[in-house]
């Protein structure tokens, strides 16, 4: 027998589960009923974009360009990406839109960037490639680097312009040995301007090294080996320095005794400016060896002479017998002339050490050298003692 108790709470909770019922399908049947908001179209896309890249330049920037307009644009999703690439090569709003692109993503912009090279405004052309650059020389990991290969062969078939130097370095960090061709081309540029030939030659000279053709290392080597005038030139000064800027793009470590050879170079004071390759021939190093930090001329100087690379530990003191050793086999290194010197800063290089260390290391072993010799010439019983 039901309790009427019990029937009236069984009563309200099948009444409370009920309103539950009606109020979901009021809700789908409003719902239904209520028009969906339409989907934007490429073309009211693209037109929105416009307006917001039209809009004037603030007087005064306080955040790096692009940021504002990807800012607004933003709520109109990854739509806005290949909106912002057709204007690329807008003769007006290539710039923003290519800075907008970056601020929005730069990850998902770059392939779309890249996909449209060679056909964009020449600054986008540019600055592309030298963003590439950066990209390349940092830390963080480089997803796109198939699209950076294709597009900086797109841009060096179709000829000479300004992303060809770092064109060139681009295809040397992403090429191979298919892409030597087309650099060896480049390497044999001809221009009326010296600076121009120079600025191309040198790009695609390096960018050989890199890949690994030996005998454009060996003619790097000898330009840098060859005689430099004093006084000092501006044709040779502004060659120097150009070449000075690119050969960090080689990796090539070896290179650092010829580069060690420039830091006393003559500059040429203009006044107001000038051109002082021993300076750029230290921003090189910094670059090539990858020091801790960024040596000053006299730091860079000292690694050659045997010193520690800027910014590292300098190694412990020898002890005294061991030092006087050392300072007596580096006066007669001296005296033995270039050759040895050149054959020590060799040796340093491809063991990845330093002058200091190499040296300290040869003397143990002409030190245990002497030892064991000794211990040979002495009595049977003698040497028992000894040992």
């Known amino acids: 027998m039901t309790m009427p108790g019990a029937r009236r709470g069984e009563t309200m909770r099948a009444n409370k ?26 073309a009211e896309v693209r037109t929105r974009v416009e307006a917001v890249l039209r809009q004037p330049r603030p007087a005064v920037m306080t955040e790096a360009p692009g940021v504002a307009h990807a800012r607004e644009l933003k709520p109109l999703g990854p739509s806005v990406l290949p909106a912002l690439a057709s204007f690329l090569n807008d003769s007006e709003l290539a710039w923003e839109a290519m800075t907008a692109m970056v601020a929005f993503d730069e990850e998902q912009a770059f392939p779309l960037l890249l996909g449209a090279i060679p056909n964009v405004r ?84 390096v960018a050989l090294v890199r890949l690994g053709s030996e005998p454009h290392r060996q003619n790097l080597i000898q330009q840098l080996e060859a005689p430099v005038p004093n006084p000092m030139t501006f044709e040779r000064a502004i060659a120097l320095q150009d070449l000075f800027r690119r050969i960090p793009v080689t990796q090539d470590v070896r290179l650092a005794p010829q580069l060690c050879r420039h830091l006393s170079d003559p500059g040429l004071d203009m006044g107001d400016t000038g051109i002082w390759p021993g300076g750029d021939a230290a921003q090189a190093l910094d670059r090539l060896m990858r020091a801790p930090k960024a040596g000053s001329l006299a730091e860079w100087k000292r690694w050659c002479a045997g010193g520690v690379l800027p910014g590292a530990e300098p190694e412990p003191e020898a002890p005294f017998e061991l030092r006087r050793l050392g300072r007596d086999a580096a006066v007669e290194r001296e005296a033995q002339g270039p050759s040895v010197a050149q054959r020590i800063a060799k040796l340093v290089v491809s063991k990845d050490t330093s002058a200091h260390a190499f040296m300290l290391e040869a003397i143990r072993e002409k030190l245990d050298a002497e030892e064991a010799r000794a211990l040979a010439g002495r009595p049977r019983g003698v040497r028992k003692l000894a040992g």
């Open 17 to 42: 589960a009920w309103w539950f019922v009606l109020v979901a399908l009021a809700g789908a049947q409003a719902a239904a009923g209520k028009p969906a908001k339409a989907k934007r179209s490429e």
């Open 122 to 205: 020449d600054d986008v052309h540019a600055l592309t490639f030298a963003r590439a650059v950066r990209r390349l020389d940092g830390k963080a990991p480089v997803t796109f680097r198939p699209e950076l290969r294709l597009a900086a062969i797109r841009s060096l078939e179709q000829g000479v312009s300004r992303a060809t130097p770092d064109a060139c370095a681009v295809l040397a960090a992403t090429g191979d040995e298919r892409d030597v061709p087309l650099l060896a081309r480049l390497a044999e540029y001809e221009h009326k301007v010296p600076q121009h030939r120079d600025s191309i030659r040198h790009a695609a000279l």
